[in-house]
């Protein structure tokens, strides 16, 4: 299959986490063909910090996110990126109703600091949870680019 997969990670603030995300993603998706890891900030910091990690291209702004939402695939990011004027304020609503509203794949990072908990079992750190997000992104690109079964 040769369509494009766009993965959108979004982040705010200092954009470390998105930055954490592209740094482990990036060199799993070398040589893939037809895939763009796109860095959407919600400020020109974070936007360049995940760009420094090495996405394709990035953007940032309410209109870059709400945009780019509707033309992804997947979509990475913590929790709060769904959730109206989180991030102290960053995420508009625009913002959210964009995001959870996406036919994407949305693949969120818990955050204590949001107020909201995911009842799963277990303690998992920041870190376990960047990494299933790629492990996540990753099943995603192997089901979708696998050849059809007649």
Request: hydrophobic fraction near 45%; include cysteine; charged fraction near 15%.
């Amino acid at each position: 299959m040769n369509q494009t997969i766009l993965i959108s990670i979004i982040d705010g603030q200092g954009g470390g986490i998105g930055k954490q995300l592209i740094e482990k993603l990036s060199p799993r998706l070398s040589g893939k063909q037809n895939i763009i890891l796109r860095a959407l900030g919600t400020n020109a910091l974070a936007t360049n910090a995940m760009l420094k990690a090495g996405a394709n291209d990035g953007a940032t702004g309410e209109n870059a996110i709400v945009l780019n939402a509707g033309k992804s695939q997947v979509i990475a990011g913590v929790m709060p990126i769904v959730m109206p004027h989180s991030i102290l304020g960053e995420v508009t609503p625009r913002m959210a109703e964009a995001i959870g509203g996406s036919d994407a794949i949305k693949v969120l990072i818990p955050m204590p600091r949001c107020n909201t908990r995911i009842a799963v079992p277990g303690n998992a750190s920041l870190g376990q949870c960047i990494d299933r997000a790629v492990e996540l992104i990753e099943e995603y690109i192997a089901e979708y680019t696998a050849p059809a079964r007649e």
